[in-house]
Structure formats: C-alpha cells, structure tokens
C-alpha cells in the first residue's frame, strides 16, 4: 500500500528558507499526482502546492506563489517543498498527499511536518 513519509520542518526566522521532503513508497509514484497542504490548530487544512502526473503542471495557492516551488523526483519517488521568504503565516503542519488519477480527491496522507516561522 502507498505510504507517504514527509521531514524537513523545523523553527525559522520571517524571511528564511525551508526544503521539505516526501518519501512516497509502496506504489507508482510516476504515474500520480502529488501535493502539500498545511493546517494549523483551529483552522481548516489548505491547499498549498501539487504538481501533476505526466505533464507535471504546477499548481499553487495564491498566498505562496512565486515564494514556494513544487518538485518531484519519480526516480526516488520523492516530492519537494522548497519554501522562501517565510511569513509567519505560513506556521503550520505540511502534508503531502497522493491523487491516484488527478481528478478527485487525494486518497493517502502522510503524517506531517511541523513548520514554524517565527515573528
């Protein structure tokens, strides 16, 4: 079965600069569509970035364009978050989730990242 493994969080400055990493195993990670959501306590979980299967488009929430960079490597079965110019706001638990097709919703989560900006 899928299995989705993320790490890279951690406590950085207003400004800094975060990579987090996705380890899917367990199935054909080439042939789905990737993403990363984020929720902090008392709010609900938003969409933050995915990148599709085959044309691997890139998709982005407004709030982290042209500050946040969705990659994946199909070789190693591995997504990235490359995070820049951190905002306080931006505090919360990264997911990475996996949409066997790209058209519904996303079938199988990871456990999360904590990702802390400090003001």
């Known amino acids: 079965q899928v299995h989705l493994v993320e790490s890279g969080g951690g406590l950085v400055p207003t400004g800094g600069s975060l990579k987090l990493t996705c380890v899917v195993s367990g199935g054909s990670f080439s042939r789905y569509t990737v993403g990363w959501f984020r929720q902090f306590p008392g709010k609900e979980r938003e969409f933050v970035a995915s990148?599709?299967?085959?044309?691997?488009?890139?998709t982005y929430a407004d709030s982290v364009k042209g500050r946040f960079t969705i990659t994946r490597d199909n070789a190693k079965g591995t997504l990235f978050l490359e995070m820049n110019n951190l905002k306080p706001e931006d505090t919360g638990v990264y997911s990475c989730a996996v949409n066997y097709d790209g058209l519904g919703d996303y079938e199988v989560w990871g456990q999360g990242t904590q990702v802390t900006v400090s003001s």
């Open positions: 990148i599709s299967r085959i044309t691997w488009t890139r």
